[in-house]
Each structure stands twice: as structure tokens, then as C-alpha cells.
């Protein structure tokens, strides 16, 4: 098996990221690094491709991985900005980034402040961008339609009041400090003096003496 050792270089920022694929159309490769993936997201999959080796064998990409990577520093190299070079957060030796391993590096807090950054940077110099993503998301929110919210009440109704199958339906005879009495469901009285259920349920199953000024008579 053939194995490509690239550079792909985005058009726009500039970014470079070394790279190894299996591919045989490696110009189509997007490449899987974090950082990488997340520039391409906010920038375009916009990118050109620099064919370095041709390898036989893994020993072979993790030696010249290995090699490039020491050359050009592609993990902590900046410019005169401070900005990074290369996407890489790892040297590149062939064997990829493992799942844990991944996981680890997103979690870090540098890498996070950093995608924190660039998206913020991002939507910052393109308002445009972050409108569209903002009508999108209300497009895609199914409660603005009025026919699904109105499906949405009528199917919470099953829920509350005395339409619930499972609400207690007995009347009780309550009595309120003040010397109020009130002859309904549990409910009723929740409703009429805006009261918590929770705390009737529990005067009327037996749990509670008062509750709210509220008792059994």
C-alpha cells in the first residue's frame, strides 16, 4: 500500500497542515486534524495540496513525518502575529491521532480558548455569516410553526388540569388559616390561589398537616 505524506495549504489564511492519507486522489483528502477541521468549518474547504513522499510502508511515513515535522516546527511555530503556522497539535507520524488522545488535546484549555477565539474573530468580521446561521437555526426550530406549537399545546393539556387522566379527581373540604373553606379537587384549589401541587399532594396524601395556611377540615 502507497501512503502520501502532504502539506495542504488553505488559499485564504494561509494555514498549513502535514498530512498523510492512503488516498490515491489525495487532492480530495480534507484531512482529520482538530484544529485543521475546525479552520476549514469557519474558513472553506479551500485548500491546495503538496505531495512531499510517497511511502511504502508506515515505518517509512512515521520516519519522514517525523523528519518534517522537526524541520519545521509545524507544532509550536508562529508568525510575526503570533499566529500558528501549521494546523498540526501533534507531530505528524502516521499513525493518526487516537480517539483519547483527541479528546485530551480539544479539552485542553489553550486549544479551547483558541477555537473560542477564532470563532468569535470569525463572526466579528462576518456579521453576514452569523445572521445566516441565525436564521437558520430559527428555520430549523420546529415551535416557529403555529400549527406544530399548537399541536405542542394541546398534546401538554394531557398534562395538567383535570384533563390528566391521572389527577385526583375527589373533592376534598380544605380550610385556610384565615378560616376560608374551600370544598374542590386539589387541583381547583391550585389553580384558584396559584399554589405549588406538589405541596397540596402532599397535604391531602397525608404527608403534610398545613401547607400554604392550607389543611384537611
Known amino acids: ?16 497542515y502535514l498530512c498523510k492519507t492512503s488516498k490515491k486522489n489525495y ?5 482529520s486534524g482538530l484544529y485543521w477541521k475546525d479552520h476549514l468549518k469557519l474558513h472553506g474547504k479551500n485548500f491546495t495540496t503538496e505531495l512531499l513522499r510517497e511511502c511504502k510502508s508506515n515505518e517509512e511515513v512515521k520516519e519522514w513525518g ?8 509545524i507544532v509550536n511555530a508562529k508568525d510575526l502575529s503570533g499566529k500558528k503556522i501549521w494546523a ?13 488522545t483527541n479528546k485530551l488535546i480539544q479539552n485542553r484549555p489553550e486549544v479551547k480558548a483558541k477555537n ?22 430559527l428555520l430549523d426550530n420546529p415551535m416557529n410553526n403555529s400549527e406544530t406549537r399548537q ?15 391521572s389527577c385526583d379527581l375527589r373533592l376534598h373540604r380544605f380550610q385556610h388559616e384565615s378560616g376560608i373553606i374551600e370544598y374542590c379537587t386539589q387541583n381547583a384549589l391550585k389553580m384558584k390561589y396559584n399554589l405549588k401541587k406538589c405541596g397540596i399532594s402532599q397535604l391531602v396524601n397525608g404527608h403534610k398537616t398545613k401547607s400554604y395556611g392550607w389543611s384537611l377540615a
Not at 477564532?118 to 437555526?137: C, I, L, T
Request: no cysteine; glycine share 6%; hydrophobic share 30%.
Open 116 to 137: 473560542i477565539a477564532a470563532v468569535k474573530e470569525f463572526y466579528k468580521n462576518n456579521p453576514h455569516v452569523r445572521e445566516q446561521h441565525r436564521q437558520k437555526a
Open 66 to 73: 517525523q523528519y518534517y515535522s522537526n524541520l519545521w516546527n
Open 27 to 31: 487532492h480530495t483528502y480534507t484531512g
Open 1 to 16: 500500500m502507497t501512503f502520501y505524506l502532504l502539506v495542504k495549504t488553505h488559499n485564504i489564511t494561509g494555514l498549513k
Open 88 to 100: 498540526n497539535l501533534v507531530p505528524e507520524e502516521g499513525q493518526g491521532v487516537l480517539s483519547e
Open 151 to 165: 399541536k405542542h399545546k394541546e398534546s401538554m393539556t394531557q398534562f395538567t388540569g383535570e384533563k390528566n387522566k
